[in-house]
């Protein structure tokens, strides 16, 4: 058996669990429910924090008009950064992807043998 007493996640109050299936994780409902809306809040945030930094990329590859060079696609989903010389799944694989790649792009001060492409 294992201690039925736990912490909650959402207000760190000690309370007892009694279900067999060990799945209680709040103190009351209140709390889940608290937790569930805070922890969408955060995702949300991380979101727009990372939708944010792509704009910002794209925006200096594409000399402020945000939009493919090839075709003028202006979706942003659909814009990427890759290597000139077609090694950009290597880089990748190297920088990381997604996030990390545009972290890293901004960390290196934007190198400028990248393009501006689509997915399109
Ligand atoms: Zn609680
Ligand atoms: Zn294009």
Redesign the pocket.
Known sequence: MTEPIKN?L????E?EDRTTNDKKK???T??KDKYYYWNKGMKEKKKNRLQELKKDIIMKYSDGKMECECCGNKNIEFLTIDHIDENGAKERRKHGTGHNYYRWLKKNDYPTDLNLRCYA
Request: hydrophobic share 10%; with cysteine.
């Open positions: 909650c959402y207000c760190g109050t309370f709040y103190c009351s209140k709390c």
